[in-house]
DNA sequence: GAGGCGGTGGCAGCAAGCTGCCATCGCGCC
DNA sequence: GGCGCGATGGCAGCTTGCTGCCACCGCCTC
């Protein structure tokens, strides 16, 4: 890593990232921020935990800012990983237009923004340029403030059901044993049950209860 | 039964009800009106199919209206013999107010008014004058004014949930097991899932899914 | 045609839920 | 005390729900 702070340093590879600027995210005082289409993109096993711990010492709380595209929502592991970072104290938004690319803020400090896969492997390019960094925070702030807090948008965006998740629904909700209904819908007793299953994780609920409380919710009934 | 329509006959018991005055009842060729506190008075075996038969030969379609206190939807039966008797066509309303004494009223003739039960057995008043058969339907006429549709009375007055129930469905909606529910509560497994059946029995379920559904439909979470 | 891939469904085994039966216990009443 | 009544909880057996495993099928690609 060279001293001029004009110079940006592109890192290839996730594994070059922690090692290279690992210290770098570590060094988070005041606030951490982050943007990103999906969580794929800064999974870094091992950093994260190490990140966490370093909050503990920071004197001012940290801030931490977690800005991302509904899609994350569509999968049960991320809604869960999302979940217990709001639950450490991060805000976490969603934000419906795009997110130009994977972006990480240092303390308004050190910019790092993720480029496009080549051969395999994602570049990281680490900024350092006050300027530069200044103009990508009022960029992410621009999108930040536009974006809804997490709880917010889980409330008014219910999930997208496809045709037939909705006839199992209807079928759950007319209080129907799988049995009959998967008659009904003519599937098997197992693709049924294969449904209900998504439909839960869709739902985030435990038992077939809390999916019927949550689907009332949603008001994905009738 | 006399020819003199200023006299009242009081039969003694559903049986000679039915047997004397049953042909009055299926003799509805308009309207046919029944108040009462609950169903239990006017079971009346085998007299409801001939009824509901009876109405398929009316050529002006027979206007049915029931009148009842809350109490009728505490009990199960009670709430599906109501929901089927409604959609048969029949009108239900349900009168917050106590209904005087159970009452018939048909085509606006004839009236049969219930007495108090006299050694276990009810009095039936049967009556045609008929200024006393009009002024019995006036009072009747008031009473179904002021009460609400099934339905709407239905979405509008949740049942009344004590204290544990509504701990019982924050477990459910908390989507629980029943065993750490059980031991959370303090209550045996066994007890616990007795709470449980009772409370889908309370909101109409057949699911623990559509159970979900009502509870929240009805408001009884958070 | 070979092979991969996604969706389906049968099966088996387990987990969870449901309910009838009965013993027990506390409580009020005679 | 004796009795009945309602609530509780243990037990057992059954139903329902859940899921991993595997085989199969249709489709696409190479």
């Known amino acids: 890593m060279t001293v001029d702070p004009d110079r940006n340093v592109t890192l290839r590879g996730e594994r070059e990232l922690v090692e290279r600027a690992g ?62 970072v709001a639950a450490r104290g991060a805000q976490v938004r969603i934000c419906t237009t795009g997110l130009p690319h994977e972006t990480i803020l240092v303390d308004g400090r050190i910019a790092i923004l993720a480029g496009p896969l080549v051969g395999g492997v994602r570049g990281y390019t680490v900024v350092r340029s006050p300027d530069v ?27 997208v059901l496809g045709q037939e998740s909705r006839r199992v629904l209807a079928m759950l909700g007319a209080g129907h044993k799988d049995e009959a209904a998967a008659r009904e819908l003519g599937l098997s007793l197992r693709t049924y049950r294969r449904r209900v299953a998504e439909l839960m994780k869709l739902l985030d609920a435990g038992s077939r209860f809390e999916a019927g409380l949550r689907a009332r919710e949603l008001g994905l009934t009738g």
Chains 1, 2 share one sequence.
């Open 133 to 159: 960094v200044r103009s990508v925070g009022s960029l992410f702030l621009a999108a930040w403030d536009a974006a809804t807090e997490l709880a917010e948008f889980r409330r008014t965006h219910p999930p």
């Open 23 to 84: 210290h770098l995210l570590l060094s988070a005082e005041r606030e951490f921020v982050c943007a990103a289409g999906d969580l794929k993109t800064w999974s870094m096993p091992g950093l994260r935990a190490r990140i966490a711990g370093a909050r503990h010492r920071t004197a001012p709380p940290l801030t931490v800012r977690k800005l991302f595209n509904p899609q994350v929502l569509d999968d049960e592991e991320s809604r869960r990983h999302l979940a217990e």
